[in-house]
């Protein structure tokens, strides 16, 4: 029996959802609204069952969000802890609110279906890994996204975009949209190969997958530079490993 998967991205700055069937085909158009804000976990919930209501009856539901989650817990988000998204003020009550907020326990609930929610990274990976080796992949969009898997299991999640990697700023600031909007895509471009350089070393993957809104931005020139072990992956990830990551090994 056929078995349908809602799949939800979100994302700082908007919100993607689909009806997926087993073999990860979108059964209704992707579905994008912005990200509300002033956005509490009371609100994305409603937010979620809304863009259900528009989409085709599913059996179970896979979320992606931003920041550190563990077992549909959220340890940590950024964005939504703000007045009014990215780069906004930070606001201690929506802080308290998602610090520790069990989103797939409040979704199951909302939607009276069995839910999945992961960093949006990890969903993203879900949808590209090949499920071999030792396997990173990096999201770029509003900040950086950051997944890792060895031999298709997916690891402990790591806030990567924290890291500092010049004069104190970290990759979330260094590589992310308001830099890329700042700076243009061909100088953004550059970034993104010192990071992927810089990395390298540090994980000594077999492969690493650049995806996210941002990875089609990246300039050809660049793109070959980046090495053999480097894949560009479709932002469309973000929606299709909604399905696969309910095979993911582990308990996530």
Known sequence: MEQLTLSVDCGGLGIKASVL????????????????????PTRLIETIVDLSKSLPAADRVSVGMPGMMRHGVV??????INTAGPRTRMDPQLKAAWDGFDMREGLTRALGKPTLVLND?????????????????????TGLGCAVFDGGKLAPHIELSHATIRRNETFDSWIGEHQR???????????????????????????LYLGGGNSRRIKD???HKLGDDVVIVPNE?????GVR???LPGDN
């Not at 990830?237 to 490993?241: E, L």
């Open 21 to 40: 069937d087993s073999a990860g085909t979108m059964r209704a158009q992707a579905i994008r609204i912005s990200t509300p804000y002033p956005l509490s």
């Open 75 to 80: 340890v940590s988000t950024p964005h939504y």
């Open 121 to 141: 990274a990890e969903v993203h990976g879900a949808g590209v890994v090949a499920g071999s080796g030792f396997e990173v992949v990096l999201t770029l969009g």
């Open 181 to 207: 909007r700042l700076l243009g895509d061909s100088f953004w471009s550059r970034r993104i190969k010192a990071m992927v350089d810089e990395l390298r070393p540090v994980f000594h993957w077999d492969r």
């Open 221 to 223: 020139s660049v793109i």
């Open 237 to 241: 990830a973000g929606i299709i490993g």
């Open 245 to 247: 990551a309910w095979n």
